[in-house]
């Protein structure tokens, strides 16, 4: 690992987490085995107790997942990661892991609707607390701490309504409450932000997202910032058992290599799409962090060095105009999911958002009429055609109507 550390950026996407292996390929090896022979009973024996380094069962350990968990280590800038079979397996790995009956915990409001699921039912049968608040205003998250208060959980900028938490203050915060703060940075990569320079504890994704950037994974990763948390944390996951598997591992490290292209593409396409719906004169309002019209705009710029590639926006017909566009657009793909290379229209009202509850919803500012866009690199020109259609459709209802 330490050979890359004086690398750009973009030099580490393409050779972190990457060692020797028999027959010297330039890519790590799929070890698709489910386990490792041992040399010797005694060599097993150590092994299981740790004096001597090597594999034993791929559920704990397997050397294509060993490198893509340090490739992303090294990408954020953390210590070690843990590779996950979804983002929901890490995040509730760490929820459990850090966790116990008694305590609380403060969300941001608008989050991926089945984590504020997670922690609103899921947790509470196990008599943990919760308080949802509005974490782009930091006095928010600091009314809500109590004193049992033992973690704080944010996603910047957030699905769906792409809100940004000021990382530094939200630390701060954390610490001075004896709590921790994880991220969720699947909406950014550690190619636009790195959550630990702010002084976060625990960065997680969606690697499905991305990290994988090519829609053809369902993964998760957990990037600790000192040995202590992620040996509590591997030692959790391998008892709750989502682990990603080697194939998936091989085909995300694959992804990481062109991170920091796809989410250069990503920026600047997604910045010429808001600014376009922006001036139309059929949009009701757009958040993008790149519009200076975004409430935390500057907050934005201190922590990330791009503005991603996530739009929400509204038509002015709401909800049945939105539906309209999303049922004519031809270019843009109806579906859930993000991050991808090609772009993806959904609603998160009926969709990625319904388990929340409508109250939730309309709590964290999730309109009916809000439509998400995930922004892909395709030539803008296309997608911006793409979406005129649409809206054009959207205009012969209205006349048809009249
Ligand atoms: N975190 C964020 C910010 C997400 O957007 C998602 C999934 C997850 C965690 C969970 O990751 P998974 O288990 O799916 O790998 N977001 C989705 C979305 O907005 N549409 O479909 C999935």
Redesign the pocket.
């Known amino acids: 690992m330490s050979q890359n550390k004086n690398l750009q950026f973009d030099s580490k996407c393409i050779h972190s987490g990457i060692s020797e292996y028999e027959f010297g390929p330039v890519v790590p090896p799929i070890y698709q085995t489910s386990t490792f022979k041992f040399e010797s009973a005694e060599h097993g024996a150590s092994l299981f107790k740790g004096e001597a380094e090597g594999y034993i069962y791929t559920r704990m350990k397997n050397p294509t997942i060993e490198a893509m968990e340090n490739a992303v280590a090294e990408l954020e800038g953390g210590h070690k990661a843990l590779g996950c079979a979804?983002?929901?397996?890490a995040?509730s790995t760490v929820l459990i892991t850090l966790l116990k009956a008694g305590d609380h915990v403060v969300c941001s409001k608008s989050?991926?609707g089945?984590?504020m699921t997670l922690i609103h039912s899921v947790l509470s049968k196990f008599n943990i607390g919760a308080a949802f608040v509005d974490s782009d205003i930091t006095e928010e998250i600091e009314k809500a701490i109590k004193p049992n208060t033992k973690l704080i959980y944010i996603?910047t900028p957030a699905?769906?309504m792409i809100s940004i938490t000021d990382l530094e203050a939200a630390a701060n915060l954390a610490h001075k409450n004896n709590a921790l703060l994880v991220v969720?940075n699947?909406?950014m990569s550690p190619a636009l932000q790195q959550p630990f320079k702010f002084g976060v504890d625990i960065v997680l994704?969606?690697?499905?997202?991305f990290l994988n950037g090519h829609a053809d994974v369902?993964?998760?990763i957990i990037v600790t910032r000192e040995e202590e948390m992620y040996l509590m944390m591997r030692k959790v996951l391998n008892q709750l058992g989502g682990v990603i598997d080697p194939f998936n591992s091989f085909l995300v490290h694959r992804g990481l290599k062109t991170l920091s292209v796809r989410m250069q593409r990503h920026c600047e396409n997604a910045q010429l799409i808001a600014e376009y719906l922006e001036n139309h004169s059929n949009v009701k309002w757009v958040r993008y962090p790149g519009l200076k019209n975004h409430p935390n705009y500057q907050v934005g710029l201190k922590q990330h060095s791009g503005h991603g590639g996530m739009i929400s926006f509204e038509l002015k017909g709401g909800f049945k105009a939105g539906e309209t566009v999303m049922n004519n657009v031809k270019l843009c793909q109806l579906a859930?999911?993000?991050g991808g290379v090609e772009t993806l229209i959904?609603h998160p009202a009926s969709?990625?958002h319904l388990s929340m509850g409508a109250e939730a919803r309309k709590s964290a500012g999730i309109t009916e009429g809000l439509v998400?866009l995930s922004v892909g690199i395709e030539n803008v020109k296309d997608i911006i055609e793409d979406l005129e259609q649409a809206f054009e459709k959207v205009k012969e209802k209205e006349t048809a109507k009249v």
């Open positions: 979804s983002g929901m397996a995040i989050v991926y089945p984590t996603e699905n769906p969720d699947t909406f994704h969606s690697m499905t997202k369902v993964a998760g859930v999911s993000l959904q969709m990625t998400r």
